[in-house]
């Protein structure tokens, strides 16, 4: 794994789109899960890990939130990389972006219902 200079993200945060290449990224991400050059584990366990460790890091990040170390930059950066890592995860498991939508409204729509009945959501 790459690890981004935190400088740099923000140097080229500045700059960059708001407009996905959805093509490009995911062109990325199946030449990621391909092959990582790493001959003792399968590129998709790699992968796997990859995508285990960016969740820690935004685990970590909100935590450090939490106790006072609010950096919203850092919550971004790591919110993104999460974020590639869901779509290593779909690439490996054959999950499409509409099912993961689907997903999301039928656990939006549960949301919607216990704030509803006024309970908690857990």
């Known amino acids: 794994m790459v690890i981004m200079n935190r400088e740099t993200f923000k140097k080229r945060f500045a700059s960059a789109s708001d ?8 062109q990325e ?17 790699y992968d796997l890990i990859i995508a285990i460790e960016e969740l820690s890091e935004l ?3 909100l935590t450090k939130a939490l106790r ?9 950066e790591e919110i993104a990389d ?5 779509m290593r995860i779909q690439e490996i498991c054959g999950i499409s972006t509409n099912d993961i939508y ?3 409204n ?9 704030l509803k009945e006024g309970r908690a959501y857990k």
Do not use: C, F, H
Not at 29 to 45: M, Y
Not at 82 to 86: K, P, Q, S, Y
């Open 82 to 86: 999460v974020a590639l890592g869901i």
């Open 106 to 114: 039928v656990k939006s729509e549960r949301l919607r219902n216990v």
């Open 19 to 26: 407009k996905l290449d959805k093509r490009a990224i995911r």
């Open 29 to 45: 991400i199946r030449k990621t899960v391909l092959g990582n050059g790493d001959q003792s584990i399968l590129p998709q366990e």
């Open 59 to 61: 685990q970590k990040t």
């Open 102 to 104: 689907k997903a999301i």
């Open 68 to 76: 006072g170390y609010m950096d919203e930059m850092a919550i971004t």
